[in-house]
C-alpha cells in the first residue's frame, strides 16, 4: 500500500495525487475575553469521502505523517525559500505549530529520531488556558475541563487575543505573553520529557500575515516558557516544506502548487513554484478573520434567528451570560455547535442541543454550507488573489487542503469549481505545519 502510494506519488503529476482526511477540534468566538469558552474536538477516526458533486471529484488523498528523511548530510539545491530536506540535526529540534484551536508539535532527537509528541495521548493540544485560583495558568484539556465550573476564568482562543495586551480571567488581568507562554510551557515539558532531556532548537510558526509586533510577542511568550531561541517561520512556508517533502515534487518547473490552509481562526493561502530542490514562495494572502470559529458563530446565529423570538430573554442569557450557570449553558451550545458542524462534514445531517430552551435543533449539511458559503467565499476569493498576485497562471498544477477546517466537503467542492484541479488533502490537515516546521534548518 505504501509502495503503491510512493509509486503514485512519485510517478504522477501534482494533478494525480490526491487524499483524504480526518477531523478535530474549534473555538468559540473570540471577543468576549474571558468566558464564554470554547471546547475541544475529540480526535475522531479518519476519512470521509468529501462530498462530490456529479462533477466534483473528490480531493485527492496524500500520506500523512512524518516525510521520509534523507540520510545526514544528503544535500540538495536549495531554492530561494529552502528546499523540502531535513537539516541535519545539531541537537534536539522542537517544532510547534501555536494554532487558534489547536497547538500541535513535532519533536525530533538530537541522533535524528523521530521523536512522538503527545499531549493526554492525543497529537493536538488545545490551545485553551484557564487561570486557576492561585493564579497558575492551566492549559489544554485540563483548561477545557475546569471551563466548566468556572468559565470565566477560560480563554479558548488565546491566539485571537494577540493584539489585546491583556486578559480578564476570573476578576484578574494576565497578560497575552502569559496565555501564550503557558501554552508553549506545556509543550516544552512534554518534549522534555518524551527526550529525557533538554531541547536545542525550537522552530515555532505564525501566520503569514503577522508583522513585528505580533512575532515580538509570540517569540517573546517561547522565552519566557523558557525554550531556546526560536527560529521563527510562517505557517504556510512550513506546510509548503511538508508537501514538498511528501511529494518529491520535481516535476514541471513552470507549475506552481496552492497550500489552502483554514484552520480554527486564520486562513492563508500560499503560491508555490515548484522546484527540483524545493519550491519558491511566489505569493500569500491571509485572512486574520477568517476560520472555524466564524463558521460556528454563523452557525450560532442561525439559531438564534429561529429560536430567539420564542423565549427571548432565554436568549439573552445565552447570548450574553450574567452567571456562572449561564456562562456554562453559553459553552455548551458553542461546544455542540463545534461538534455539529465537524459530524455534518461526515454526515448528512445532526442535532445541537439548545440549552435553557431544552430542545434539540436539527442541523442538516445543506443548512451548514449555505451558513458557511460567506466565509467560504472570502477563503476562495483570497486564493484566487494569491494566484493572480504570484503567477500568471489560473490554473495551479495542484490544490492542498491543509487545516481542520479544510475538512469542510464544500471547501474542496468550490475549489475545484474555481480553479478545475481536485484537490488534495492529508490524513491529518492539522499536523502538517507542526511537521513542515520540523523541517526548517535551526537557527
Ligand atoms: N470534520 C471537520 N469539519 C469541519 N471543521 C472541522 C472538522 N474538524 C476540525 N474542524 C475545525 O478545524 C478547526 C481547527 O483546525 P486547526 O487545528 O487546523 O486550527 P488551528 O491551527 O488551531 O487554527 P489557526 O491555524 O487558524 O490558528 C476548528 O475550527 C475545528 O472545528
Ligand atoms: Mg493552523
Known amino acids: 500500500m505504501v ?4 509509486a503514485l506519488l512519485i510517478g504522477g503529476t501534482w494533478g494525480a495525487l490526491r487524499w483524504a482526511r480526518r477531523s478535530v477540534r474549534k ?28 462533477t466534483v471529484p473528490p480531493p485527492t488523498r496524500l500520506p500523512s505523517g512524518p516525510p521520509s528523511v534523507p540520510p545526514p548530510g544528503s544535500t540538495r539545491p536549495r531554492p530561494p525559500t529552502g528546499p523540502a530536506v531535513v537539516h541535519p540535526p545539531s541537537g534536539a529540534h522542537l517544532a510547534i505549530d501555536f494554532g487558534t484551536s489547536n497547538t500541535v508539535a513535532a519533536l525530533r532527537s538530537a541522533d535524528g529520531r523521530r521523536v512522538p509528541l503527545l499531549f493526554d495521548g492525543l497529537p493536538l493540544l488545545p490551545s485553551a488556558v484557564f487561570a486557576a485560583d492561585d493564579g497558575h495558568l492551566m492549559v489544554g484539556n485540563d483548561a477545557m475541563h475546569l471551563a466548566r465550573t468556572s468559565p470565566d476564568r477560560y480563554e479558548p482562543a488565546p491566539k485571537r487575543c494577540i493584539d489585546d495586551g491583556s486578559v480578564l480571567l476570573g476578576g484578574r488581568d494576565y497578560p497575552v505573553v502569559d496565555l501564550v507562554s503557558a501554552v508553549l510551557s506545556r509543550v516544552r515539558d512534554e518534549a522534555q520529557r518524551a527526550l529525557d532531556g533538554p531541547v536545542h532548537n525550537v522552530t515555532l510558526t505564525h501566520p503569514a500575515a503577522w508583522a513585528v509586533h505580533r512575532r515580538e510577542v509570540l517569540a517573546a511568550a517561547a522565552s519566557r516558557s523558557g525554550l531556546p531561541t526560536v527560529t521563527l517561520v510562517p505557517e504556510p512556508v512550513a506546510a509548503a516544506r511538508f508537501l514538498t517533502s511528501v511529494t518529491r515534487t520535481p516535476i514541471d518547473e513552470h507549475a506552481v502548487a496552492v497550500v489552502y490552509d483554514f484552520g480554527g481562526g486564520t486562513f492563508d493561502a500560499t503560491v508555490l513554484r ?3 530542490g524545493g519550491f519558491t514562495v511566489l505569493a500569500t494572502e491571509g485572512l486574520p478573520d477568517a476560520g472555524g470559529v466564524d463558521v460556528d458563530a454563523a452557525l450560532v446565529a442561525h439559531i438564534g434567528a429561529a429560536y430567539a423570538a420564542r423565549d427571548p430573554e432565554a436568549w439573552q442569557r445565552l447570548t450574553y451570560p450574567s452567571t456562572p450557570a449561564e456562562r456554562r449553558e453559553r459553552r455548551t451550545l458553542w461546544d455542540d455547535v463545534r461538534h455539529a458542524k465537524e459530524m455534518l462534514s461526515r454526515a448528512a445531517s445532526t442535532t445541537v442541543h439548545l440549552p435553557l430552551f431544552e430542545h434539540d435543533v436539527l442541523i442538516t449539511r445543506d443548512q451548514l454550507e449555505m451558513l458557511a458559503r460567506p466565509v467560504l467565499d472570502r477563503t476562495v476569493t483570497a486564493t484566487r488573489s494569491a494566484l493572480a498576485a504570484g503567477a500568471a ?7 492542498y487542503l491543509v487545516g ?3 475538512r469542510i466537503p464544500l471547501a474542496a467542492t468550490l475549489l475545484h469549481r474555481a480553479f478545475a484541479v481536485a484537490p488534495t488533502a492529508v490524513d491529518s490537515p492539522e499536523t502538517v505545519v507542526a511537521e513542515g516546521a520540523l523541517l526548517a534548518k535551526p537557527a
Open 393 to 399: 497562471a489560473s490554473t495551479p498544477a495542484a490544490v
Open 274 to 276: 515548484m522546484t527540483a
Open 404 to 406: 481542520g477546517s479544510s
Open 3 to 6: 509502495s503503491l502510494l510512493l
Open 27 to 54: 473555538e468559540p468566538p473570540a471577543g468576549t475575553r474571558s468566558s464564554a469558552g470554547n471546547s475541544r474536538a475529540p480526535l475522531r477516526p479518519p476519512p470521509v469521502s468529501p462530498p462530490q458533486s456529479a
